[in-house]
């Protein structure tokens, strides 16, 4: 795979994380805005699973982003040479 093509997954792979991301934020908000009537240690496990999730999320973002500047550092020293 080219770096541009790389390049371009890698921005929708980042849009595609901070969305999924953003609605396991807003699941956990709404689990501590409307706790429902269940077992707590149910809904307790359920939120640890919740922030897992973000936590794996947001490591993937950080693992993308700098994916992504290796990408362009790539491009610029291949696009110096090409000069």
């Known amino acids: 795979m080219d770096i541009a093509s790389r390049l371009e997954r890698v921005e929708q792979e980042i849009v595609q994380v901070e969305n999924e991301k953003l609605q396991r ?3 956990l908000a709404a689990f501590w805005e409307h ?3 269940i077992d707590p240690a149910i ?3 359920r939120m640890s ?3 897992n999730q973000i936590d ?3 490591d993937r973002k950080r693992a993308l982003l700098e994916e992504r ?3 362009i550092v790539q491009a ?3 696009g110096d040479r090409r000069d």
Request: no cysteine.
């Open 76 to 78: 610029v020293l291949l």
């Open 43 to 45: 809904l307790l496990h």
């Open 25 to 27: 934020e807003q699941m």
């Open 35 to 37: 706790m429902p009537v």
């Open 56 to 58: 794996f999320l947001e």
């Open 49 to 51: 699973l919740l922030r």
């Open 69 to 71: 500047k290796e990408l």
